[in-house]
Nanobody
Framework: QVQLVESGGGLVQPGGSLRLSCIAS????????MGWYRQAPGKQRELVGD???????NYADSVKGRFTIDRDNVKNTVYLQMNSLKPEDTAVYYC???????????????WGQGTQVTVSS
């Protein structure tokens, strides 16, 4: 089995910063793309950004210039640094990772349980 566990969410004032972490553990052979998604109340889950194993990143237009994704391949961890937070960033943030459990297996997506981020004064 594979587990993804997010941490670092919380309540922050507008303009503040938070850093989320997501650690993958369990039966892991390799990890491909890792990413962050979010889902606000009454809205669909959306991509915040993702990062390849080599470090190439992709961001949603709404977070470009404010959020940064990086990863530590040794620790099987992906991070989301969020700066200049706005109330509209309020959502549950989910980690996703494409993981192969053994050699020759195609990677498949795994989700974490989510962590709440609330931006409010």
């Amino acid at each position: 089995q594979v587990q993804l566990v997010e941490s670092g969410g919380g309540l922050v004032q507008p303009g503040g910063s938070l850093r989320l972490s997501c650690i993958a553990s369990g039966s892991i052979f390799s990890i491909g793309v890792m990413g962050w998604y979010r889902q606000a109340p009454g809205k669909q889950r959306e991509l915040v950004g993702d990062i390849t194993r080599r470090g190439s990143t992709n961001y949603a237009d709404s977070v470009k210039g404010r959020f940064t994704i990086d990863r530590d391949n040794v620790k099987n961890t992906v991070y989301l640094q969020m700066n200049s937070l706005k109330p509209e960033d309020t959502a549950v943030y989910y980690c996703n990772a494409d993981i192969s459990r053994r050699w020759g297996e195609s990677p498949f997506g795994n989700w974490g349980q989510g962590t709440q981020v609330t931006v409010s004064s």
